[in-house]
């Protein structure tokens, strides 16, 4: 049974004058999240991300559709019920939401004071979660005395405090520079792997899914348009929307603009190749086109790693009779995917 099942959930909004058609923020989605899992959610801005983890957390009602948190329906439960179902989700954020006037130990120890436990049993707690974060020297601290990364700790040391089986984090790590987001990444992923915490990761950093997700979901108006393994998804997107969004965060996929230059500067057409680790089509283009006699040179690319799989686009302008260019071009395609600049 998944951890967290969603089916036909859709989530509507009045429009701002109260006077058009609702707005529908999240439409009909159907998503099962299995214990131990990361899942990171991706799409552009507005795709409805952000309110499908509302929902999730019992924040806000569904419209329609059910959700059931280890099996427990949450639809329609009483404000008490939902306070128990909120003490079983943890939730991080991209501005941290500490609460500046308090210390770091008191921030932690918050969610415990308001679930009840004891003095001696929060302070126990508060220490064991200050270590595994590795913020025990800083526990009398403000957070206006520490870095990013260390906010963000003591964000994630408070959201598990209540033992939570499940973590939400909507862009945690946005608001940091590349090193501190690998700290807090790896953070996260020993929140996964030593303690079972199943995720739900928001985030349009291509580095967050490539290093903890275990699987990806794509939102797009609303709606989950793809969902797989990360591996899957990212090196073979199906439907249009997420070849769109996954092309603007892999490596090697030149834009529109990119390849405007490179038609610019590069004589010969130009051609993108997509390669999938396991095959060795990388290598057979290259024999393939200089045994068709053709002259070509490599434009752009780059190579993706997901977990120790590699999947990666090489983009090169290619010089010979047409027909020549179409014939290897037709062989290539039998084993890798071609897509030609128009
Ligand atoms: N409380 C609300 N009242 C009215 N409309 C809302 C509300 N919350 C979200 N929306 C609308 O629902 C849609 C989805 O918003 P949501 O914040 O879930 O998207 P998102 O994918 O998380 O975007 P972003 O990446 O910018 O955070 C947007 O059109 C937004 O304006």
């Known amino acids: 049974m998944a951890l967290v099942s969603l089916a036909n959930v859709t989530k509507s909004y009045p429009s701002p004058d109260r006077k058009g058609p609702p707005l529908v923020a999240v439409d009909d ?5 299995e214990a131990g899992e990361v899942t990171g959610i991706i799409g552009y801005s507005g795709a409805g991300k952000s309110t499908l983890v509302r929902l999730v957390n019992a924040l806000e009602p569904a419209t329609s559709g059910s959700i059931r948190i280890d099996g427990r329906e949450i639809t329609g439960l009483a404000e008490r019920e939902l306070r128990d ?8 954020f991209q501005q941290f939401n ?3 006037a308090k ?16 003095k001696a049993a929060i302070a126990e707690r508060v220490d064991e979660l200050l270590d595994f974060v590795g913020l ?18 003591v964000g994630i040391a408070r959201a598990l405090a209540t033992r939570p089986a499940i973590l939400l984090a909507d862009e945690a790590t946005s608001a940091l520079d590349p090193e501190t987001t690998h700290e807090v990444l790896t953070l996260l992923k020993r929140v996964n792997e030593e303690h079972g915490v199943t995720m739900i990761v928001i985030t349009h950093e291509m580095d967050v899914i490539q290093s903890i997700a275990t699987r990806v979901a794509v939102m797009d108006g609303g709606r989950v348009i793809e969902h797989g393994p990360v591996f899957d998804v990212f090196s073979d997107p199906r ?5 769109k ?5 892999v490596k090697g996929i030149p834009s529109a603009a990119e390849l405007a230059v490179l038609r610019e500067r590069h004589e010969g057409r130009i051609v993108t190749f997509s390669f999938r680790d396991g095959d060795a089509s990388q290598a057979r283009v290259f024999v393939e086109l200089a045994e068709a006699g053709l002259e070509f040179e490599l434009v752009y690319g780059g190579i993706n790693d997901v977990r120790g799989r590699a999947f990666g686009h090489l983009t ?9 260019v179409d014939a290897a071009l037709a062989t290539i395609g039998t084993h890798a995917t071609v897509t030609e600049a128009s």
């Open 98 to 100: 500490l609460f500046d």
């Open 103 to 118: 210390t770091v130990r008191a921030n932690v120890a918050y969610p415990l004071k308001v679930a009840g436990w004891s």
């Open 239 to 243: 439907h249009p929307s997420s070849q």
């Open 316 to 324: 090169l302008a290619i010089r010979g009779a047409d027909a020549a």
């Open 85 to 92: 179902i909120r003490l079983g989700i943890g939730m991080i």
């Open 245 to 249: 969004f996954v092309g603007t965060v």
């Open 29 to 33: 989605v159907s998503l099962d999240i």
């Open 136 to 153: 025990a020297d800083k526990a009398r601290s403000h957070p206006d005395q520490l870095s990013g990364g260390q906010k963000q700790r």
